[in-house]
């Protein structure tokens, strides 16, 4: 069972750069999410899709861009890098967007941003 | 603010001994509280999720505790092991709406 898989898993960027984190999930599930996770910082939500054609924006969406291109991907743009970026970035979905429904964690995309 | 705050910050316990990780949080209003494990280079995975009517739930050797009156919530870890070597994350769940409010984690080491 694959879950969510991420990829790539490490990418290093020069300043300026512009890539796309890749998300897929095979669960069916509903919504999917993108988190950051920094040093000594709990993990924030960029941005949420609630289901296929909607995105919203989370807790620090600056910087960002999303498409849900289906059911089962959700994907990450970085347009222009910033060092400010360097980060671990995690895929997750969900059945439904609700607070009580359990998350699956992808493997996460270490970047750096130099 | 809606706040998630973890004890201790890092941890190094022997193998076989039993630990016990703290979890407060003033995020409200509360929906329920879920504990992860991180493992190093891994995305979260989920050991437990308890809503406000559970005191007590446990996943194999894992046992978390919620007290909602006084907003606290620990996981206990018995006879560890070194597989038990990870980042520990409590997350808390309005009763309103998606977010999770994620605390910053509790690393902890299992030694031989």
């Known amino acids: 069972n694959a879950g969510v898989t991420q990829t790539p898993k490490f990418q290093v960027l020069k300043t300026g750069q512009s890539m796309t984190l890749q998300c897929a999930q095979d669960m069916n599930h509903n919504s999917m999410y993108w988190y950051r996770q920094d040093p000594g910082m709990g993990l924030r939500l960029i941005y949420y899709s609630a289901s296929e054609g909607t995105t919203d924006k989370g807790e620090v969406p600056n910087g960002y861009n999303v498409s849900r291109l289906n059911k089962r991907e959700f994907s990450l743009r970085l347009e222009s890098a910033a060092p400010s970026q360097t980060s671990v970035y995690f895929c997750a979905s969900s059945e439904f967007n609700r607070a009580n429904y359990g998350y699956t964690f992808g493997s996460g995309t270490r970047l750096t941003v130099v | 603010k809606n706040q998630v705050e973890q004890s201790p910050q890092s941890l190094i316990i022997l193998e076989g001994k039993n630990c016990t990780l703290q979890c407060n949080y003033t995020v409200s209003p509360f929906s329920n509280l879920r504990w992860y494990k991180q493992d190093t280079g891994r995305g979260p995975v989920s050991l437990t999720i308890?809503?406000?009517?559970?005191n007590t739930k446990s996943n194999g050797r894992y046992t978390a505790t919620l007290d909602a009156d006084t907003k606290q919530s620990s996981l206990h870890i018995t006879a560890s092991q070194l597989s038990d070597s990870a980042s520990y994350i409590c997350v808390v769940s309005r009763n309103s709406g998606y977010a999770l409010n994620f605390g910053k984690g509790t690393s902890l080491l299992v030694t031989p």
């Open positions: 308890m809503t406000f009517s559970e």
